[in-house]
């Protein structure tokens, strides 16, 4: 690859329209994001229909702003997992882009691209990963723990069996009254209150790398129901508590387990303070090298996928950049589990 190999960025899985410009897969040269919160913020959550408009609306300019007029070898996009309507917009623009500069195209997974945003520092890339390492992508949609070789060789180890750790906190928060979304807010309330006032499950799953969420959910409208008035702090706090404990216990096993010496945390609900002071901590204890996400590449944006698209690149080489324009999207896209 040339050294300013350039790739254009495209994300619009969920409600972030997004288009990044990388060159030489270190130089972060702009990473435009659209925020669409405003739009779902009334309804405590994503609505598709929105979000796929939203999308239409934006993506031109989004990409014109991202590109401001540089010539690019490659764009790159998210394919999956996300919601199909947000991923077609991504897909059509992508391929017209393509298509229009005579460019190949490679199609992304977009918890690929969390992983690889852990490699940014104030807009560039100057510490890749070190590998074998425990991945744990936390996001809105996806609570996953994964054991890394390289790029490509992923071994899934556990996922959730329901709610996302982000969802439950979107979900809690919409419980309080508190606005979307509810990471922040929650998180925030959080300081005031006693993570020992309630003692909600912190649900293991042992025998398995699994979470589930929704049960923490649950005890917390339970605990809403049986008290009133409540205290806001207090059951934000121990609600914040459950969860990051029960996130970071299985990460440490799954380090021991595997034996690695690397952690990597990514996805929006990396940038929970209380998340990252355990995970260092615990790491810490163990000499573990924790590794997070910057906080402002944690939510979704269209530099991880340039980054992931580039270290795909580097290791597959030129067979991954045969001119193929057709790249169908997949909602519910899987990172392909290598070994056993
Ligand atoms: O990665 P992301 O932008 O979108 C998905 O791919 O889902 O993650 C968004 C999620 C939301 O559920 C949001 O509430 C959560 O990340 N989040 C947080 C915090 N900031 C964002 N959760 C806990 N604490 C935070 N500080
Ligand atoms: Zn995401």
């Known amino acids: 690859m040339k050294k300013d190999f350039a790739i254009l960025g495209i994300e619009s899985t969920c409600d972030e329209t997004s288009a990044a410009l990388l060159v030489g897969g270190k130089t972060l040269v702009s990473n435009v994001i659209y925020s669409q919160i405003e739009e ?4 405590h959550g994503v609505v598709p229909e929105l979000a796929s408009r939203a999308h239409a609306a934006k993506i031109a300019s989004v990409i014109e702003q991202a590109l401001n007029g540089r010539e690019i070898d490659c764009v790159a996009f998210a394919r999956g997992p996300g919601l199909p309507g947000g991923l077609m917009v991504g897909r059509v623009a992508a391929q017209t882009l393509a298509n ?7 199609g992304m997974n977009h918890l690929e691209g969390h992983l690889f945003a852990c490699e940014f520092e104030n807009g560039e890339v100057k510490n890749p990963l ?5 991945a744990l992508i936390v996001s809105g949609g996806h609570t996953e723990l994964w054991y890394v070789k390289g790029y490509g060789q992923y071994k899934v180890l556990g996922r959730t069996r329901d709610d996302a750790a982000g969802e439950a906190f979107d979900k809690v928060a919409k419980l309080l009254g508190l606005a979307y979304p509810g990471g922040p807010q929650v998180s925030a309330q959080a300081l005031k209150g006693r993570r020992d006032a309630v003692d909600f499950p912190r649900p293991l799953l042992p025998g398995t790398w699994d979470f589930s969420f929704s049960g923490i959910k649950t005890s917390v409208s339970y605990y809403l129901r049986d008290h009133c008035p409540v205290n806001v702090p207090d059951v934000c706090a121990s609600f914040e508590q459950a969860v990051c404990e ?7 096993q799954a380090a021991q387990y595997y034996k690695v010496k690397h952690i990597a945390v990514g996805g929006g609900v990396a940038a929970n303070s209380l998340l990252r002071e355990m995970m260092s901590g615990e790491g810490g204890k163990r000499g573990l090298d924790v590794r997070f996400v910057p906080r402002g590449m944690s939510s979704d944006n269209a530099a991880m996928i340039a980054l992931a698209a580039y ?3 580097q290791q597959a080489g030129a067979d991954a950049l045969q001119k193929k324009w057709n790249i169908n999207i997949n909602p519910n896209l899987k990172v392909k589990n290598w070994g056993k």
């Open 40 to 43: 779902h913020k009334k309804y």
């Open 311 to 313: 270290r795909r690149l």
């Open 130 to 134: 070190s590998f074998p390492l425990v």
């Open 100 to 106: 229009f500069k005579k460019v190949p195209i490679l």
């Open 246 to 252: 029960t996130l970071v216990k299985k990460t440490m």
